[in-house]
């Protein structure tokens, strides 16, 4: 089984904005939600539940459903990056991202994984396995992809199950489970990426029109 299990909404093109942007490391949670969060947390309680529950169908499912809402998350895009103009794309990617992992590790709970249980996994891995789910994750931002990784490279496909067992899944028999768990670090990784593009957009892009 390979990484390539999160289904990707497009590719990501960013025209007329090439600011190079540093491929994202694990780091410390901190007080204020990244962008993603925010922009997920932003949609009411009960379209959440029902994204969520698409969810339980399929990815397809979640991804059509969490689409239909784009409306209210475009609205809420200004407050979560903090600057107006956000390319589409990344808010949409940071949001997928936030809740995939929602949707995942609600999955994962009979296994006694959370949420912040993942992102401790996450934090503690292997560098190699970590740069494998990043090296999957940016396939989506198509020519954006190598700025990203910034040279990063996946060293062994293998190194990202190292997570599963210190999530103390087994590929063989636990594969619902281990699925969901790989499904969830790899939007970890795509989630990372969304929220430097949209740091690097905060700090680089354009100044709006009339500005």
């Known amino acids: 089984m390979t990484l390539r299990m999160l289904a990707a909404l497009a590719v990501a093109t960013a025209a007329g904005w090439t600011q190079p942007v540093m491929a994202q490391t694990a780091t410390a949670p901190s007080a204020r939600p990244s962008p993603g969060d925010c922009l997920w947390n932003a949609l009411p309680e009960a379209d959440r539940a029902e994204v969520l529950t698409a969810y339980g169908r399929d990815m397809n499912s979640a991804t059509k459903a969490l689409a ?31 809740m995939i992992r929602a949707a995942s590790a609600q999955r994962l709970a009979p296994a006694g994984l959370t949420s912040d249980g993942l992102r401790t996994l996450w934090n503690q891995a292997d560098p190699a396995a970590r740069a494998c789910f990043r090296v999957n994750a940016a396939r989506v931002y198509g020519p954006m992809a190598e700025k990203l990784l910034n040279g990063e490279t996946c060293p062994d496909q293998k190194a990202a199950q190292t997570v599963l067992a210190a999530a103390r899944l087994d590929l063989a028999k636990d594969t619902a489970q281990a699925a969901q768990a790989l499904i969830h670090f790899n939007a970890i990784a795509q989630g990372e990426q969304a929220d430097a593009l949209l740091a690097a957009f905060v700090r680089y892009g354009p100044t709006p029109a009339g500005s």
């Open 68 to 98: 239909s809402r784009n409306k209210a998350i475009q609205a809420a895009a200004a407050a979560c990056v903090g600057r107006e103009g956000a390319p589409r794309l990344f808010v949409q990617f940071a949001t997928t991202s936030a």
